[in-house]
């Protein structure tokens, strides 16, 4: 059974561009969380898609918005980057109710 | 506002020893709790949950116990083995609160032969 799956593993980008980061789910998984690790702030949810419904956002800018495909896979974007949102953006799967699988997270440097 | 609290953000232990790692929560809300292990550059991988209905839940060498009353959450690795090092992350889920894991700072754990 594959894993979940984000692409790309990394990524350079420059200050006021945008990006747009892609999360495949385990297989049956209709839930797909995405969360920001950063070493001064730890690891931070930043939205939940269940069946391409929003259900729940983190607290941050509007620049940072997602979307559910049909068929679970999720897309996030960050729009105007600045230098504070390098980052290890991570995406996990979930059953409801269950525990989360992470995928091995997306590397965005903004220089 | 941290609601998920790890005070430890490093323990180091000889191999075949006990690892206890704590965690500490205020919101009254979480009704299950998760551990992960992580390296560096890597997604977190998911050890061994417990729900607020138990006090322990075990699984092989790792074991979770939940103390409510406390507020309190701790893992135990016996015997703790050199590949267990890695920075471990306690999360908690809100009653409710769909799939939106809060995750304690992290505790990095090195075993040492």
């Known amino acids: 059974k594959a894993g979940v799956t984000q692409t790309p593993r990394y990524l350079i980008k420059t200050r006021g561009q945008q990006v747009t980061l892609s999360c495949s789910p385990i297989?049956?998984?209709?839930?797909v969380s995405w969360y920001q690790q950063t070493p001064g702030q730890g690891l931070q949810f930043l939205f939940e898609y269940f069946s391409e419904t929003q259900r729940n956002k983190g607290n941050f800018p509007g620049r940072f918005s997602g979307r559910q495909f049909s068929n679970s896979r999720s897309e996030m974007n960050v729009s105007t980057l600045e230098l504070g949102d390098s980052a290890l953006y991570l995406c996990?799967?979930?059953?409801?109710?269950?525990?989360?699988?992470f995928g091995q997270g997306t590397r965005l440097t903004v220089v | 506002d941290q609601q998920v609290k790890q005070n430890s953000p490093s323990l180091s232990v000889q191999e075949g020893r006990i690892s206890i790692l704590n965690c500490d929560y205020t919101?009254?809300?979480?009704?299950?709790f998760l551990w992960y292990k992580k390296y560096p550059a890597e997604g977190p991988t998911f050890l061994i949950s417990?729900?607020?209905?138990?006090d322990k839940n075990e699984d092989g060498r790792f074991t979770v116990f939940l103390n409510k009353s406390a507020k309190h959450l701790s893992l135990h690795i016996v015997p703790s083995q050199p590949g267990d090092s890695a920075v471990y992350f306690c999360a908690a889920l809100e009653s409710g609160g769909y799939n939106k894991l809060i995750f304690g700072a992290g505790t990095r754990l090195a075993v040492h032969p």
């Open positions: 417990i729900s607020s209905i138990k």
């Open positions: 297989s049956g998984h209709r839930s």
């Open positions: 996990a799967s979930t059953l409801e109710g269950q525990e989360a699988f």
């Open positions: 919101n009254s809300m979480f009704d299950y």
